[in-house]
């Protein structure tokens, strides 16, 4: 037998492309079981090449990505397919499909990846319903369920085949602050009565300070700062100061290159500037 898995996530030394783009600089990191580590920074930071990442969904330039003890370059599709019946994902949109009712959309993971008899599923998706306070609403249709029980919906989803491993894109999104709110407390109830460790991206402030273990703040594709809420509060550097307080960096004008792009001529950008 093999060590025992201590991090549920391992990043070390990712780069990624988008063509001649270079969009993630030796991005390190970890994801211990049963934290919540949240992802942040500005945009264009590379908050979600890093999540495509984390889900599979891009191969690295170079680097390891190990998700529950596993080197996703190094599975086949079909291992990488098992993989992901063990994490769940929370889109930002909720990505629930329109054309089927609550509870379906709910229960569609049990029905693609499981054996069970539908009285089984029926009783595990109504009680993932409770989970996340929307018990009741399983044959109401996508379209009725206002933004907040969207994301809570989305959530149910995420966890209903109890997976080790949670992955939240903005869950509060274009919420207001107290269904914002809510969105975080479901988070930390999940996390405690689950075990499971959670993954976030987000912008939100608030809520990365309300629910994170840890935060890993990204700069230009880099790893700016991997620490405790109270440490990253505390940083001296000014670019997280500016983050966390919202200023924007007055960057020097370049008369050569903005000349040349009145003149339309060709650039030779920077590895930042091509950054989105």
Known sequence: ?????????????????????????????????GEIMVIMGGSGSGKTTLLNHLLGLLSPTSGHVRVLGHDLSRLSPLALQ????????????????????????????LREHTNLDETTIGIMTRLKLEVVSLAGFETLMPAELSGGMIKRAALARAIVMDPELLFCDEPSAGLDPVVASSIDDLILRL???????????????????KIADRICVLDKGRVLA?????AIRAST???????????TEDA????????????GEAASPTPESRLP
């Open 1 to 33: 037998m093999g060590e025992p898995v201590t991090n549920s996530v391992e990043v070390v030394d990712l780069v990624s492309h988008f063509g001649e783009r270079q969009i993630l600089h030796q991005v390190s990191l970890e994801v211990r079981k």
């Open 82 to 109: 098992r993989l992901r019946t063990r994490t769940g994902v929370a889109f930002q949109s909720g990505a629930l499909f329109s054309s089927m009712s609550v509870g379906d959309n709910i229960a569609l993971p």
């Open 191 to 209: 996390r405690d009565a689950m075990g499971m460790s959670i993954v976030v991206v987000t912008h939100d402030l608030d809520s990365t300070f």
């Open 226 to 230: 991997l620490d405790t809420v109270e």
């Open 237 to 247: 550097d000014v670019r997280i100061q500016n983050l966390l307080n919202r200023r």
């Open 252 to 263: 020097e004008p370049d008369v050569d290159s903005y000349l040349r792009r009145l003149l």
